[in-house]
């Protein structure tokens, strides 16, 4: 048996919208708790990292990710 080195291949590389579309991952938003003066939160981003909104509360951002047919996924 031959001693062969597998390489991992390096996830240095920013995915691209398309990379994303395949893993369904366009379906999603992230939701995370932020602090702006001294006022709390939360941020509403899309897969990709682009900001889409905000919301004074989590389930205000919740409820606006889910009525644009978004799956909201929590973000700590």
């Given at each position: 048996?031959?001693?062969?080195t597998?390489?991992?291949?390096?996830?240095?590389?920013?995915?691209?919208?398309?990379?994303?579309?395949?893993?369904?991952i366009?379906?999603?938003?992230?939701?995370?708790?932020?602090?702006?003066?001294?006022?709390?939160?939360?941020?509403?981003?899309?897969?990709?990292?682009?900001?889409?909104?905000?919301?004074?509360?989590?389930?205000?951002?919740?409820?606006?990710?889910?009525?644009?047919?978004?799956?909201?996924?929590?973000?700590?």
């Amino acid at each position: 048996m031959e001693n062969e080195t597998h390489k991992t291949p390096s996830l240095q590389k920013a995915m691209s919208a398309q990379d994303l579309a395949l893993w369904g991952i366009q379906d999603i938003a992230f939701v995370k708790r932020v602090v702006i003066n001294d006022e709390v939160c939360w941020a509403i981003h899309g897969a990709d990292g682009a900001n889409i909104g905000m919301a004074p509360d989590r389930d205000v951002a919740f409820a606006a990710v889910r009525q644009h047919d978004l799956e909201p996924v929590s973000v700590h």
